[in-house]
């Protein structure tokens, strides 16, 4: 059994680790055990003391998910699932993470099959997007990624805006991302079903009626190899793929290679390296619009295809 994944994003601030409460009370009264991830920035966890004990946790200091500590974070994640019971895996990311980078850390091809990446909640500070002009424009960037890529946006913090600051302040963020649900609260406050129904009829539902029939915002496809696959073949499949695909990683059972190969693809840049060991024959995909019918379909028939397939 797959156990769900929730990221929490958001800049600085604006409302995640009251969020993460809400969230851990909600699993909880569905009758399920949460476990949680917390990453900060500093030396020391400010937040931890909000998880209430008995709730399995896990802590990465000194740096972001995304940059300078994925290896921690896999062993973090070993971890908890070898050595706790939890059905559901929530993840606060630091202010400064930006959500393509951290479904790429936490998706790892070692036990990517584990896990069930439901979606991304950001937190937006209204009063601090309001003022947004006193930061950088690096700082603005990664906030319009993070309410870009984000499946359900939480709009917090509301009182301490005009009627014509709020209205404003909505608008610019659906014009960001005009296909996720956009949630108006004070406290991060926002009902149970809202938050575990990430992948009810707001999200797939309605959007499996539109033309292109894809899903959109941020996704992660985990493929599992039966069988070997050509890598002339493999090599030529990359080349159709859309530039809506982000990263790639994972171990591919080449034909003719008695251990698979560890594949990178990142920014439309690949990366093949052979293995001298047995590695789970995974393939994790992430991006946005995919068609995960489409892409397995497409893995299976070079299964099919190579002339070593078992």
């Not at 002009?133 to 005009?162: C, T, W």
């Not at 890598?231 to 159709?240: A, D, P, S, V």
Request: hydrophobic share 35%; aromatic share 8%.
């Amino acid at each position: 059994m797959k156990k769900d994944v929730y990221l929490l994003s958001g800049f600085l601030g604006s409302g995640k680790t009251t969020l993460l409460k809400n969230l851990i009370a909600a699993l909880k009264d569905k009758g399920l055990k949460p476990a949680v991830l917390m990453n900060e920035l500093g030396s020391v966890s400010i937040d931890s003391q909000e998880v209430e004990e008995g709730t399995p946790l896990k802590e990465l200091l000194d740096g972001c998910i995304c940059c300078s500590i994925q290896d921690k974070l896999e062993s973090q994640l070993q971890e908890l699932l070898f050595q706790d019971d939890f059905d559901v895996l929530v993840i606060e990311t630091t202010g400064a993470a930006h959500p393509v980078e951290v479904v790429d850390a936490v998706m790892s091809p070692l036990f990517a099959d584990r896990f069930h990446f439901k979606g991304i909640i950001t937190v937006v500070d209204g009063k601090q997007w309001v003022s947004r002009g006193a930061y950088s424009p690096q700082v603005l960037q990664l906030m319009r990624e993070q309410i870009r890529h984000a499946h359900l946006l939480v709009f917090n913090k509301e009182d301490l805006l005009s009627e014509m600051e709020k209205g404003t302040a909505l608008f610019e963020i659906q014009q960001i991302n005009p296909n996720a649900k956009l949630l108006i609260t004070n406290y991060s406050k926002v009902s149970p079903s809202d938050l575990l129904n990430l992948e009810g009829k707001h999200q797939s539902g309605e959007r499996k009626k539109s033309a292109i029939g894809h899903q959109l915002n941020l996704r992660a496809y985990v493929h599992t190899f039966s069988g070997s696959v050509s890598q002339t073949g493999f090599e030529e499949w990359m080349k159709t793929l859309p530039d809506t695909i982000y990263r790639m990683k994972g171990y591919i059972p080449f034909s003719g290679r008695k251990y698979p190969y560890m594949f990178q693809y990142s920014y439309g840049m690949p990366l093949i390296f052979p293995e001298n060991m047995n590695l789970p024959k995974t393939l994790v995909i992430i991006g946005e619009e995919l068609d995960e019918s489409k892409l397995r379909n497409e893995l299976k028939e070079l299964e099919e295809s190579s002339p070593n397939s078992n």
